[in-house]
Each structure stands twice: as structure tokens, then as C-alpha cells.
């Protein structure tokens, strides 16, 4: 959906969709017959920017779908199940992290003229159906908030960097307040 400022005001409009893009499906031969249904399993790209920061799914990786369209008197009901590849970094020790998961999720896809006053409605346009803004907002709602390689993870340590679970006996000598730092090598040996 892309944001305007026409006179002032703020209008909405929906991206057009792309008839090339292997995530767009001609729903045609379903015609506006209440009840038919189509099924469909396919593999096709992962378009880029599915994720955030620290995980999300690469750019091109393999997306398996298994899809089950079923004309409705208001639209197209679309049941999606994927399987995606995710990538990404552990937030405590920033070790790479790579899984699979499967994102289950059902939209309903209005024709045209069919709730018009429902602007963020997902539309049939002609008869394609453009999967990618649900397959998107289904696996950013599935993503872990904070990705971790285990559960467990210890992370890092705070003052050298070294990944605690390699090493989880490291530490480190007990730190010295600067204030008295000049007084360390002075003993009671030392007295006259």
C-alpha cells in the first residue's frame, strides 16, 4: 500500500500487482461459483525484505507452498501453508543462525465492489491474487522477537568479547577501582 499527499490530504492506494511475479496466481478458472476450489503446491523465490534486522528469510531461497483456493460469495478464501528458510544472527553471541519453519495462514481475497468501504481489505484484481503481502506479514508475525541460537545461550562477555559458550569458566580478574590503581603495588613491605 503506498501513501499520497494530494491537496493536502493523505489518500491510499493499493501497489498494483504484477502479473510476472511467481507470487501472483490467476484465479480464472474458478470463475465467482461459490464453492469451487482450486489446489495448487509450488515452489517459488522468496522476494527480498521478508524479515528485520537480525533474521528473515534470504532473499531467493526456496519457498514451498501449499495453497488452497475456495470461491466464496465475497471473494476468494486462500489457505497458504509455507515452508521458508530462515537466516539470521543469535542475539546474545551473534553466531549465525539457519532454520526452517512453517507459517501456516488463511486471508480472504474481496472482489471487486465487495466491501468497498474496507480499505486495507485484500482485493481480487481481474482474476490475479497476489500472495506476497500475506506470505510477508504472516512470517514477520512468526519471526522469534529475540532470536537465539539455543536456549541456553550464555552470549558474549561484556568486557572482552569472548563467546561464553566456548568457554564458560572464562572471567576475567577482579577489577580494580582507577581511583586506587597507584596504590596497588604498595605493600605493608614497604613500610619504613
Do not use: Y
Not at 501449499?66 to 476468494?76: C, I, N, R, T
Not at 549465525?96 to 486495507?120: A, Y
Not at 566456548?166 to 582507577?178: N, Q, R, V
Amino acid at each position: 500500500m503506498t501513501l499520497s499527499n494530494q491537496g493536502g490530504g493523505i489518500a491510499m492506494s493499493s501497489r498494483s500487482i504484477d502479473p510476472r511475479s511467481e507470487l501472483v496466481f490467476d484465479i480464472h478458472e474458478l470463475g465467482r461459483r461459490a464453492g469451487a476450489m482450486k489446489e495448487l503446491t509450488v515452489d517459488v523465490p522468496a522476494p527480498d525484505g521478508i524479515g528485520n534486522d537480525v533474521i528473515g528469510v534470504p532473499t531467493g531461497s526456496p519457498v514451498h507452498l501449499e495453497l488452497q483456493f475456495e470461491a466464496v460469495v465475497e471473494g476468494v478464501l486462500v489457505t497458504c501453508d509455507a515452508d521458508v528458510q530462515l537466516a539470521g544472527e543469535c542475539a546474545r553471541c551473534l553466531t549465525e543462525i539457519r532454520s526452517n519453519t512453517r507459517i501456516d495462514s488463511q486471508e480472504l481475497f474481496l472482489f471487486p465492489g465487495k466491501e468497498p468501504d474496507d480499505e486495507e481489505a485484500n482485493r481480487v484484481e481481474g482474476d490475479l491474487i497476489d500472495l506476497e503481502p500475506v506470505l510477508r506479514d504472516a512470517v514477520v508475525l512468526d519471526l522469534p522477537f529475540i532470536p537465539l541460537c539455543r536456549d541456553d545461550c550464555a552470549g558474549l562477555c561484556p568486557e572482552c568479547g569472548a563467546d561464553l559458550n566456548s568457554d564458560p569458566e572464562h572471567g576475567h580478574a577482579e577489577k580494580i577501582d582507577p581511583r586506587w590503581a597507584d596504590l596497588a603495588s604498595w605493600s605493608t613491605d614497604n613500610e619504613s
